[in-house]
């Protein structure tokens, strides 16, 4: 059949499938190909067990698929047939030589870029999905070999998606914002960008500016979003100390319309795959210019994220006598948010393998993400054990530490719970998510994050 356009996607993995299976199902008139070296993820894609949960994905990738969305690992093919070809594969931190455990590591970018090159006989606009430093459609300018004329032309299109709620950010996108040159032949292949997303998002939400505004648009937001959550977990330090309530501080505070209430949610940490990634990348980037102090305000921002996760292990072992080895403690939720089986840099991995090295007995239990558990944790052996049912995680247990906001975890019987766990019992709420007075009349000994803690035996001094 003939599609009125030709798109394809390299990478297919949290943004790459969410992306396209939204195109391709409001937009049956384009061909959406997704091609990624990995064979794996690509049968999984085509298969009824996609690589990621996503809630709605299913429904929108399996009423695409074989009509207009297609995966494959056929790269030059997709290559060579695309008009437009969105790069979203990962752009993790540098581990290794300059800028190491700071800078984005762009070998997987670059390579994307010479097979473009390689396998191009016709003229593509290039997308760049992926977070990427700015400036970096340069590099890809370069390596392609053009100018900003000629066969190729590259735009930034930074993804704003959320994981847990990616489909319904896909559907109604607060933006989409499109960066290019400001050339005639830019503008063109913006406008060609603009009729794509034209299909289901109004005209007003669709943002444009000059190619480096967009890329640094991207990191900003992560920044700026992370910043709020370092902001009210530096807080609830302050009000675990003095006996204010950072549920309440949060409430006033975001009352105020220049403030706004949303993510004032005070957690034990931020995960996830692209905050601290993309603070530290705007770090980098700010050394590089030499804008020291720009750059320690942001690098703070993470600091204060390892502080919080520190703090949580501390408040356990300091609370439960001082000695955790031969406990046993359950964490409720490893995902680092609800609603995904995502883990990357998901707090759970540093709270266990602090855990361990206190040579505690941890239990992780989570609806989603013990798979992806299992693999993140292997280096800790048989001190961690994988139970799903989180009746049967919890018993037998010391604490239970709520780690991601789930919401089944609202709704356990805490009575059951509570009488099959060792005494005394703790739970330790690191998303302040359940009824703490309930727990505590159940005869828990509770620790929210923030907030004054509901103890049966008398606390040494004012708090904790
Ligand atoms: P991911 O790791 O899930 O997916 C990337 C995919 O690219 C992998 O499946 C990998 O096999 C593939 N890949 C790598 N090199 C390739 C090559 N040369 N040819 C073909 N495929 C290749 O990463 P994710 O989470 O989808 O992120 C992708 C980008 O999007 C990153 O830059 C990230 O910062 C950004 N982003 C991620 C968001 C998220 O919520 N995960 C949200 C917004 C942006």
């Not at 960066?179 to 007003?204: C, F, M, Q």
Request: charged share 25%; aromatic share 10%; glycine share 8%.
């Amino acid at each position: 059949t003939d599609f009125e356009k030709k798109i394809l996607c390299i990478g297919a993995g949290y943004v790459g499938g969410p992306t396209m299976a939204m195109i391709a199902l409001k937009c049956p008139q384009y061909k959406v190909h997704v091609v990624d070296i990995n064979p794996d993820r690509i049968d999984a894609w085509n298969s009824q067990e996609l690589p990621i949960y996503e809630p709605g994905l299913e429904e929108v990738v399996f009423e695409a698929r074989g009509r207009n969305l297609f995966f494959s690992t056929d790269i030059q093919e997709g290559i060579e047939e695309a008009d437009i070809i969105f790069v979203s594969v990962n752009t993790p931190t540098k581990t290794f030589g300059e800028g190491a455990g700071m800078a984005a590591d762009l070998q997987y970018w670059e390579k994307t870029a010479r097979q473009i090159l390689e396998c191009s006989k016709s003229p593509k606009i290039i997308v760049e999905k992926s977070t990427v430093p700015v400036r970096t459609a340069q590099a890809m300018e370069r390596i392609l070999g053009t100018d900003g004329s000629g066969k190729f032309q590259v735009l930034s299109n930074p993804e704003f998606l959320a994981e847990g709620t990616a489909i319904e950010d896909l559907k109604c996108p607060d933006r989409v914002l499109i960066g290019s040159r400001l050339t005639e032949e830019g503008l063109k292949a913006r406008d060609e960008l603009v009729s794509i997303y034209a299909n289901w998002v109004p005209k007003e939400n669709i943002v444009t500016s000059d190619t480096w505004s967009s890329e640094l648009s991207k990191l900003v937001a992560n920044a700026f979003l992370a910043q709020r959550i370092s902001s009210i977990n530096a807080i609830s330090a302050l009000c675990e100390k003095t006996g204010a309530d950072v549920s309440r501080v949060a409430y006033a505070v975001g009352k105020d319309g220049r403030i706004g209430d949303k993510f004032l949610k005070s957690s034990v940490g931020f995960g996830g795959s692209c905050f601290k990634k993309d603070i530290l990348n705007l770090v980098y980037l700010c050394r590089s210019y030499g804008l020291q102090e720009v750059a320690d305000y942001w690098e703070q921002v993470v600091k204060i994220n390892e502080y919080q996760k520190e703090r949580f292990v501390l408040n356990m072992l300091h609370t439960m006598f001082d000695t955790l080895a031969g406990k046993r403690i359950c964490l409720l939720g490893f995902a680092f948010k609800a609603d995904t089986g995502d883990t990357r840099e998901t707090p759970g991995i540093y709270i266990a393998q602090r855990l361990a090295e206190e040579h505690c007995r941890v239990v992780v239990s989570d609806p989603q993400a013990l798979d992806n558990a299992k693999i993140d944790l292997k280096d800790l052996g048989d001190a961690v054990s994988y139970v799903e049912d989180p009746y049967e995680a919890a018993a037998d247990c010391d604490a239970l530490a709520v780690l991601t906001e789930w919401n089944l975890y609202k709704e356990l019987d805490y009575t059951k719970i509570y009488n099959s766990m060792t005494k005394p019992a703790f739970v330790f709420d690191g998303r302040n998510i359940l009824d703490h007075q309930a727990l505590h009349d159940i005869g828990f000994n509770v620790f929210p994050i923030g907030k004054p803690a509901l103890t049966h035996y008398r606390m040494n001094g004012r708090t904790r």
